[in-house]
């Protein structure tokens, strides 16, 4: 087992990706890799940057993605930089990988899902044997519903984790050696059997406020009522008490910021001494009246205003995840680690580089993507935005 990651930046998005292409070869020496998760900050050739690399690797399972604002390294963070392109490849003999994707259809939408797995669980000749992690890419509006079959299909004891294609200008865009998606309902996925341990993290760096409320009346992502009151109102009020008086008052400017670091959110765990949420973005209000969320609230659920925990930092999230000085990885060998941000947070936190990555020496790629989901293996559901998902493979000795 061995991973390697390499990111490079220039002028050409074709010629940054040779260079890529050239190091994994290189690296290789004498074999393919098995993988490759592929992420780049640009995308005006990204159509011929996939051709490139299928013609370099053309039996190489693939799967890429767009990453927003740069792509999250070991010894770089390329932060708005074009035509970046990053690649970690897993040379795992012993392993297994699987990817499918194509387009859902929405009216059989668990019925195109299951085909998509099975069509992977073809692919790494691994039918009827549960993964060890799934990864995969979605359109927002999916996310959960996708979860939702993988779960019934797997059982819940499968980690799994992902996110949407981080937006690069307007668009947002995810491949695999198979197809290239640029919008609409999809589903891009690998089944991974990788010959080392795991271990997986989430954190939505969110704490609890004292205002809690009810959903009396949701119709799809709109929430019109909470405790009987109209959702914009009680949602506004509860900012009143917490955010300074001149951001609130005026709205036309800071409004956005306001939605973005002050999400609702349902618990759905504790994890130690501290409380999970699943995370509902607020996206846009309408007539001051109704919240339009990324994800679906039900009539009842209990919710809680978020607001930002600035001391758990991007960069001391990343290094709890990762448990570099643990005794958990005590006389252990990392062999690399994959992860995914979100966008909002990469704008509101954090500086130019993540300075905790520099001290990171194991290989470690990451996206920056436009929402995020996983699910605890325990069975409950969390998706949710502004929060870091990381998968450390590593063998116990």
């Excluded at 668990?110 to 790494?124: G, P």
């Excluded at 995969?136 to 999916?142: E, K």
């Excluded at 609130?248 to 765990?269: A, C, K, N, R, T």
Aim: with cysteine; charged share 20%.
């Amino acid at each position: 087992m061995k991973i390697s990651s390499f990111q490079f930046s220039g002028r050409e998005l074709l010629s940054t990706t040779q260079l890529a292409a050239d190091a994994v070869r290189d690296r290789g020496m004498d074999r393919r890799p098995d993988l490759m998760f592929v992420f780049y900050s640009s995308i005006n050739e990204i159509v011929d940057s996939r051709e490139l690399l299928l013609e370099n690797f053309p039996d190489v399972r693939i799967i890429a993605s767009s990453s927003e604002h740069g792509i999250i390294s070991n010894n770089q963070n390329f932060y708005n930089m074009e035509q970046a392109v990053g690649v970690m490849a897993f040379y795992d003999p012993d392993g297994a990988y699987g990817t499918a994707s194509g387009y859902l259809q929405e009216e059989n939408l668990t019925e195109s899902v299951q085909q998509i797995i099975q069509d992977a669980l073809q692919d790494c000749n691994r039918e009827g044997e549960l993964p060890r992690l799934v990864w995969f890419y979605a359109a927002n509006s999916d996310q959960e519903k996708i979860i939702d079959v993988l779960e019934e299909y797997f059982g819940s004891s499968v980690p799994i984790f992902g996110g949407v294609p981080g937006k690069v200008g307007d668009q947002k865009v995810c491949y695999d050696q198979n197809n290239i998606f640029f919008n609409g309902h999809y589903l891009m996925l690998v089944l991974m059997y990788p010959s080392c341990e795991i271990k997986t993290g989430f954190g939505s760096l969110y704490q609890s406020t004292k205002f809690t409320g009810m959903i009396t009346r949701v119709e799809d992502d709109r929430v019109i009522e909470i405790d009987y009151k109209p959702a914009y109102q009680v949602y506004s009020g509860w900012l009143n008490s917490i955010v300074p008086r001149e951001m609130f008052e005026d709205q036309s400017v800071y409004m956005d910021e306001l939605l973005l670091l002050h999400p609702l959110g349902i618990q759905i765990g504790v994890a130690g001494i501290e409380q999970n949420y699943q995370v509902f973005q607020i996206m846009e209000t309408v007539d001051d009246q109704e919240l339009v969320t990324t994800n679906h609230f039900k009539f009842g659920d209990r919710i809680t205003l978020l607001s930002l925990n600035k001391d758990n930092s991007l960069d001391r999230e990343f290094q709890s995840q990762l448990m570099l000085n643990d005794i958990y990885f005590d006389n252990s060998k990392i062999y690399g680690v994959l992860s995914a941000v979100c966008a909002g947070y990469r704008n509101q936190l954090v500086p130019k580089n993540l300075k905790f990555l520099e001290k990171v020496t194991m290989p470690l790629m990451g996206l920056v993507s436009s929402g995020e989901h996983g699910r605890f293996t325990n069975g409950t559901n969390h998706e949710s935005n502004l929060m870091i998902e990381s998968v450390i493979f590593y063998e116990r000795h």
